[in-house]
């Protein structure tokens, strides 16, 4: 199946400082997605990005399809951005179970 | 829009009896729902993908006889897991795909079973 490589693991920052976090993925996908999971375990969508830019705030996201990586970029980093988040991605035709990374772990420092 | 709720979100029971996991989309129609577990600090693993009104799809590895599912409507998925020991204590999250658009997955909040 395909492999997903989130890094880093552990992220420790300072509050303001900005951040980047990636994803690697072994073959193609339809489906890419960046989640922040909170501290009582709940998934919190931040993009369905499988190709492309977008961006939403503070936060902005870049997947290269073809060069098989995401990244995920986060900008003036506040104590709340701190959590674990996920990359995942979905393969085959479409409405597929996804594949998820295994995690970056941010803490954000006052 | 696109909320996803789970039903309990906590469930103590003993080893030997079975527990009911609702999943329901509140706010949208899903022919294709998914549950996950996920153990402390690690990743989120599938476990099966339900469709309604036929069988659900099981990954490798994975007791379709242990974790019945059940994708009786449109906005209804249940896992019910059989005959529970302490290895399946875990946190159970479904997803839910919108009839409607992409194929971005919702998630609900999540179930924490614990097995005595």
């Known amino acids: 199946g395909i492999q997903v490589e989130q890094s880093p693991p552990d992220l420790i920052l300072q509050e303001g400082a900005n951040s980047t976090l990636r994803c690697n993925f072994s073959?193609?996908?339809?489906?890419l997605q960046w989640f922040h999971q909170n501290p009582w375990g709940q998934l919190i969508n931040l993009f369905y990005?499988?190709?492309g830019t977008k961006q939403n705030g503070r936060l902005s996201a870049t997947t290269v399809a073809t060069e098989r990586y995401s990244l995920l970029y986060i900008s003036s980093s506040q104590t709340t951005d701190s959590g674990v988040y996920f990359c995942?991605?979905?393969?085959?035709?479409?409405?597929?179970?996804?594949?998820f990374g295994k995690g970056t772990h941010l803490i954000i420092q006052p | 829009g696109a909320v996803v709720s789970q039903h309990p979100s906590r469930v103590i029971c003993k080893s030997g009896t079975s527990v009911k996991i609702e999943c329901r989309s509140l706010d949208f129609q899903a022919t294709t729902m998914f549950w996950y577990r996920q153990f402390p600090k690690k990743s989120l693993m599938l476990m099966a993908t339900s469709n309604e009104g036929s069988k659900a799809t099981y990954e490798q590895g994975v007791e379709k006889d242990k974790f019945l599912i059940n994708h009786a409507s449109l906005t209804l998925s249940t896992l019910t897991v059989t005959s529970a020991h302490p290895e399946d204590s875990s946190f159970y999250i479904c997803?839910?795909?919108?009839?409607?658009?992409?194929?971005?997955?919702?998630f609900g909040p999540g179930t924490r079973l614990t097995v005595t």
């Open positions: 990005i499988p190709s």
């Open positions: 995942a991605v979905g393969t085959g035709g479409g409405a597929d179970g996804l594949t």
């Open positions: 997803s839910a795909i919108p009839l409607a658009g992409t194929y971005e997955q919702y």
């Open positions: 073959d193609s996908v339809n489906n």
